[in-house]
């Protein structure tokens, strides 16, 4: 059994997962929570955020998250493809800077025009 606390609505459920009976979930008070509940315990994504270094903007640093969830046990390579890009200005909220990173599927995408 793994207890969560539910992040998906502002209610914070605490949740219970019992992997070995099919994922059931028990403390949710909504559909959104027994699902949340299930994906947390079978396969733990996150949305990354960052920043990258850009020329020739007002500031030294620009904004990026990815597009999608990334897997939990690949977060610290997916950054790693950041380490080495340098933008150059101008730039517009949602461009893509990283494609494809680590071969995800998911995109690094600035989240500021500069």
């Known amino acids: 059994m793994t207890e969560l606390i539910c992040t998906v609505c502002p209610r914070g ?3 219970k997962v019992y992997p070995e009976e099919n994922y059931r979930v028990e403390g949710h008070q909504c ?6 509940g299930q994906e947390e ?3 733990p994504c996150r949305i990354i955020t960052s920043t990258v270094c850009i020329e020739g903007a007002e500031h030294p640093r ?3 998250k990815t ?8 977060i610290f390579n ?15 909220a949602g461009d893509i ?9 998911v995109d690094f995408i600035t989240t500021r025009s500069m």
């Open 41 to 43: 315990v079978k396969n």
């Open 31 to 36: 559909a959104r929570g027994e699902k949340y």
């Open 78 to 92: 997916v950054v790693k493809t950041l380490n080495n890009v340098c933008l150059r200005s101008p730039v517009k």
């Open 97 to 105: 800077v990283v494609e494809n990173a680590c071969g995800t599927g």
């Open 13 to 15: 459920c605490h949740l």
């Open 62 to 64: 620009c904004p990026v």
């Open 67 to 74: 597009n999608a969830p990334v897997p939990k046990q690949m």
